[in-house]
């Protein structure tokens, strides 16, 4: 019996195709991203959370924007529903954040991401990118609807529409304000753990409880720290930066005239959280 070896033919051929490189492998996970914060390509059961959170912010719009049809005016503007909504949002960037970093580090899939011409700062833009568009999406297009109604109900015509899309374009930056300041916290906390329980509760329980401490700081005697105290929490943050560009009075939260320092922190925040997100995954690179 002869043990010289045999060599097969068993097809294998040379890719022989186009190389196309980092931006296509940063465009696939973007879109890749942004299916799975809707649960597309995935069980129905992934679809249930996210669909029915978009649901309800969308029923929510609609009846808004029957109400204007019916009496002229709204129930909440372009603004005040993304503060009437900001529970669903932070529940849904809780859920989603996790099924965007969370699992590939539970499956153990980063080596080979980062063993293509991938780099850690194009994993990190390219989840970002997908929940910001996805929480802006969550909150821009029951505007559009809103909008849609404010349109073909005006009665002086383009003039109409024209002043309707001028309210519409602040709202929707509005609406980019939250998706950026919670994809940024929500992704740099869901990168510490692959599990996604604890990834979501983290985030959920960081923002709750800075709640609190807004209201602490609000009953200090010193009128400075009580202008300061939204600073302390990401939702009263955004809300001041609303305050302070519609130059609108609440009760509820005073900023006096410290508008731009909440201005300047939500930049510095989304930078920080941002800046440590690349850090995290450049570390998990040289792995």
């Not at 909440?76 to 809780?94: C, E, G, H, K, T």
């Not at 080596?111 to 568009?133: E, G, I």
Request: net charge positive; charged share 15%.
């Amino acid at each position: 019996m002869s043990e010289a070896g045999v060599i097969h033919d068993i097809g294998y051929q040379r890719y022989e195709g186009p190389r196309l490189g980092r931006g296509a492998v940063l465009g696939a996970l973007y879109v890749h991203g942004l299916r799975a914060a809707f649960g597309f390509g995935r069980s129905a059961k992934s679809k249930i959370f996210p669909w029915g959170v978009a649901g309800i912010i969308l029923l929510v719009a609609v009846i808004n924007a029957g109400v204007r049809s019916q009496t002229g005016t709204w129930l909440f503007d372009y603004f005040q529903i993304d503060n009437n909504m900001s529970l669903l949002v932070i529940f849904f960037a809780a859920i989603v954040a996790p099924e965007l970093v969370s699992r590939d580090l539970r499956a153990g899939v980063l080596p080979l991401y980062f063993s293509r011409p991938l780099r850690a700062a194009d994993y990190v833009t390219a989840k970002v990118a997908a929940l910001v568009t996805a929480l802006w999406l969550l909150l821009g297009v029951p505007q559009f609807i809103m909008f849609l109604t404010g349109a073909f109900t005006s009665k002086t015509g383009m003039k109409g529409v024209w002043h309707e899309l001028g309210l519409l374009i602040p709202g929707w930056g509005y609406s980019l304000l939250w998706a950026l300041v919670f994809a940024s916290i929500s992704l740099l906390i869901a990168s510490f753990t692959g599990k996604r329980a604890f990834a979501a509760g983290g985030i959920v329980a960081f923002v709750l409880m800075t709640v609190p401490v807004v209201g602490v700081l609000s009953l200090l005697p010193s009128q400075t720290a009580h202008h300061l105290a939204g600073l302390a929490s990401p939702i009263s943050l955004i809300n001041g930066i609303e305050f302070w560009l519609r130059d609108v009075q609440d009760p509820g939260l005073d900023i006096g005239d410290l508008g731009p320092i909440y201005g300047i922190e939500a930049v510095c925040l989304i930078a920080v959280c941002l800046l440590l997100l690349l850090a995290r995954y450049r570390k998990v690179a040289s792995l």
